[in-house]
């Protein structure tokens, strides 16, 4: 998909972005704001911001007409989530209620009319695996948080950066990673718990076979023009919502990032 073809020309249909930035005050050094101006999504989440609200450069929050929103982790350079909106919510707010997470700045939630949306960015498990455990709890509390939406009768959209690969179609080297972390059992176990908790991977929904679909490749090795890459980065949409999405899609032509924004198109 082409960056034009995210500005629809229909009414009530909205274009909704993630993009996990990694530093966005790196990214935009890269080209943050002309993406943003060029493709005119109504709702950017971005993850990895690793930056305070004022530590954001100057004049990308309010260009185009965005609304922004912050939840910055308290370690300085480290995680935190944005969301840049050209439609005012209902009511924002930012976490899971759990100091534990919270303090990362890796959950943020958005009432619109219509639809909750959450943008998050879920912990990485490390090399060694040592965060394993503290990502499944957080992915547990988020998983509680979302339900509780749909319980209050919302439509819940859930987007950004699981660290996981959910399925062997989903990374270009699934044998030689089952004991990586972002693809072992427990955590594909867990994204398996999410979508059987009524959450559609909406990406599969309307690509349900397309191989060398990713959205992470390791800079390190120089992956990405090889295309060795992993899915990571989704949008999920709960059964009450779900039907109203009319398209799904990666944008892996665009660069700034180790990271490519995804995206889906909503009828409202």
């Known amino acids: 998909m082409k960056k034009a073809d995210l500005k629809s020309p229909i009414p009530g249909r909205l274009t909704l972005v993630s993009w996990n930035v990694n530093g966005i005050r790196a990214a935009a050094g890269k080209g943050l704001a002309g993406f943003l101006s060029g493709t005119s999504p109504d709702v ?18 309010s260009s185009d007409g965005y609304r922004s929103y912050f939840h910055s982790a308290e370690r300085k350079g480290y995680s935190g989530t944005a969301v840049f909106s050209k439609i005012e919510p209902v009511e924002a707010w930012m976490g ?8 990362e ?57 699981f660290n996981t ?8 080297r699934p044998a030689e990673n089952r004991g990586s972390t972002g693809f072992l059992p427990e955590e594909r176990a867990w994204l ?10 909406t990406f ?7 191989e060398g679909a990713y959205t992470w490749w390791d800079q390190r090795t120089r992956a990405r023009p090889r295309n060795v890459g992993w899915r990571l980065d989704y949008f999920f949409a709960s059964g009450e919502i779900a039907g109203k999405v009319k398209s799904a899609f990666i ?3 665009v660069l700034g990032s180790d990271h490519c ?7 409202i």
Do not use: W
Not at 44 to 61: I, R
Not at 165 to 172: F, W
Not at 204 to 210: A, D, K, L, N
Not at 261 to 267: N, S
């Open 44 to 61: 950017a989440c971005l993850q990895e911001t690793k930056a305070s609200p004022e530590q954001f450069p100057p004049g990308l929050a």
């Open 96 to 103: 899971l209620g759990d100091a534990r997470f919270d303090v």
């Open 105 to 161: 700045g890796r959950a943020m939630f958005l009432r619109y009319p219509g639809f909750t949306l959450v943008n998050v960015y879920v912990p990485n498990g490390r090399s060694d695996l040592s965060r394993v455990p503290f990502k499944l709890d957080f992915s547990d509390a988020l998983l509680d948080a979302c339900e509780r939406r749909r319980r209050r009768g919302e439509g819940v959209i859930v987007c950004g950066d």
């Open 165 to 172: 690969a959910h399925r062997e179609i989903d990374l270009a």
């Open 192 to 201: 398996d718990k999410f979508t059987a908790s009524g959450y559609a991977d």
């Open 204 to 210: 599969r929904v309307f690509h349900p076979g397309t």
């Open 251 to 253: 944008l892996d032509k």
């Open 261 to 267: 924004p995804v995206g889906i198109e909503l009828c």
